[in-house]
Nanobody, 117 residues
Protein backbone atom coordinates (compact mmCIF):
# COMPACT_ATOMS: atom_id res chain seq x y z
CA UNK A 1 0.00 0.00 0.00
CA UNK A 2 1.32 3.42 -0.91
CA UNK A 3 -0.23 6.88 -0.76
CA UNK A 4 1.90 9.72 -2.10
CA UNK A 5 0.83 13.33 -1.72
CA UNK A 6 2.02 16.16 -3.93
CA UNK A 7 1.10 19.73 -4.79
CA UNK A 8 1.96 21.46 -1.56
CA UNK A 9 3.91 24.67 -1.46
CA UNK A 10 3.93 28.28 -0.36
CA UNK A 11 1.21 30.73 -1.35
CA UNK A 12 -0.11 34.07 -0.18
CA UNK A 13 -3.48 34.51 1.47
CA UNK A 14 -6.29 34.30 -1.02
CA UNK A 15 -4.31 32.03 -3.28
CA UNK A 16 -5.01 28.48 -4.42
CA UNK A 17 -3.30 25.12 -4.41
CA UNK A 18 -4.37 21.70 -5.61
CA UNK A 19 -3.13 18.67 -3.71
CA UNK A 20 -2.96 15.22 -5.23
CA UNK A 21 -2.65 11.81 -3.63
CA UNK A 22 -1.59 8.91 -5.83
CA UNK A 23 -2.64 5.53 -4.45
CA UNK A 24 -1.37 2.06 -5.18
CA UNK A 25 -1.38 -1.39 -3.69
CA UNK A 26 -5.08 -1.67 -2.97
CA UNK A 27 -8.45 -1.34 -4.68
CA UNK A 28 -8.76 2.45 -4.65
CA UNK A 29 -12.32 2.58 -5.93
CA UNK A 30 -13.68 0.53 -3.03
CA UNK A 31 -12.32 2.71 -0.26
CA UNK A 32 -13.38 5.98 1.25
CA UNK A 33 -10.69 8.65 1.16
CA UNK A 34 -9.88 11.66 3.27
CA UNK A 35 -7.57 14.59 3.73
CA UNK A 36 -6.25 15.38 7.19
CA UNK A 37 -3.97 18.20 8.25
CA UNK A 38 -1.78 18.95 11.22
CA UNK A 39 -0.15 22.22 12.14
CA UNK A 40 2.77 22.41 14.58
CA UNK A 41 1.63 21.92 18.18
CA UNK A 42 -1.96 21.37 17.09
CA UNK A 43 -4.11 18.27 16.93
CA UNK A 44 -4.63 16.51 13.66
CA UNK A 45 -7.78 17.75 11.92
CA UNK A 46 -10.03 15.94 9.50
CA UNK A 47 -10.39 18.31 6.55
CA UNK A 48 -12.58 16.44 4.11
CA UNK A 49 -13.80 13.00 3.15
CA UNK A 50 -15.15 11.38 0.03
CA UNK A 51 -16.83 8.00 0.01
CA UNK A 52 -16.36 5.32 -2.61
CA UNK A 53 -19.67 6.53 -4.09
CA UNK A 54 -18.53 10.16 -4.15
CA UNK A 55 -20.33 11.56 -1.12
CA UNK A 56 -18.30 14.38 0.38
CA UNK A 57 -17.98 16.04 3.78
CA UNK A 58 -16.00 19.07 4.88
CA UNK A 59 -14.82 20.59 8.11
CA UNK A 60 -16.61 23.84 8.85
CA UNK A 61 -13.29 25.67 8.65
CA UNK A 62 -12.85 24.82 4.96
CA UNK A 63 -16.43 24.54 3.74
CA UNK A 64 -16.98 26.64 0.64
CA UNK A 65 -13.24 27.02 0.01
CA UNK A 66 -11.94 23.46 -0.45
CA UNK A 67 -13.19 20.80 -2.86
CA UNK A 68 -12.35 17.12 -2.57
CA UNK A 69 -12.58 14.84 -5.59
CA UNK A 70 -11.34 11.51 -6.81
CA UNK A 71 -10.46 9.88 -10.10
CA UNK A 72 -10.85 6.15 -9.70
CA UNK A 73 -9.36 5.42 -13.12
CA UNK A 74 -6.19 7.25 -12.11
CA UNK A 75 -6.34 6.04 -8.50
CA UNK A 76 -5.85 9.61 -7.40
CA UNK A 77 -7.43 11.79 -4.74
CA UNK A 78 -7.47 15.59 -5.02
CA UNK A 79 -8.01 18.58 -2.80
CA UNK A 80 -8.60 21.92 -4.50
CA UNK A 81 -7.91 24.66 -1.99
CA UNK A 82 -9.07 28.18 -2.78
CA UNK A 83 -9.18 31.41 -0.80
CA UNK A 84 -6.39 30.11 1.38
CA UNK A 85 -5.88 31.60 4.83
CA UNK A 86 -2.84 31.65 7.08
CA UNK A 87 -4.64 29.23 9.40
CA UNK A 88 -4.62 26.65 6.59
CA UNK A 89 -0.87 26.31 7.03
CA UNK A 90 -0.19 22.68 7.93
CA UNK A 91 1.07 19.36 6.70
CA UNK A 92 -1.67 17.69 4.68
CA UNK A 93 -2.09 13.93 4.62
CA UNK A 94 -4.30 11.66 2.58
CA UNK A 95 -5.71 8.47 4.03
CA UNK A 96 -7.93 5.61 2.97
CA UNK A 97 -10.70 3.83 4.83
CA UNK A 98 -10.74 0.32 3.47
CA UNK A 99 -11.68 -1.59 6.62
CA UNK A 100 -13.57 0.52 9.09
CA UNK A 101 -11.36 3.53 9.71
CA UNK A 102 -8.47 5.65 8.53
CA UNK A 103 -5.49 3.79 9.87
CA UNK A 104 -2.03 2.59 8.79
CA UNK A 105 -0.85 1.47 6.34
CA UNK A 106 -3.38 3.55 4.45
CA UNK A 107 -1.69 6.89 5.20
CA UNK A 108 0.55 9.12 3.14
CA UNK A 109 3.70 10.91 4.26
CA UNK A 110 2.22 14.37 3.88
CA UNK A 111 2.81 17.52 1.90
CA UNK A 112 3.44 20.94 3.41
CA UNK A 113 1.17 23.88 2.72
CA UNK A 114 2.31 27.30 3.89
CA UNK A 115 0.07 30.33 3.54
CA UNK A 116 1.58 33.72 4.27
CA UNK A 117 0.01 37.15 4.51
Amino acid sequence: VQLVESGGGSVQTGGSLKLSCAASGYIFSRCGMAWFRQAPEKKRELVSTISSEGTTTYADSVKGRFTISRDNAKKTLYLQMDSLKTEDTASYYCAADCAGGFRPPYWGQGTQVTVSS
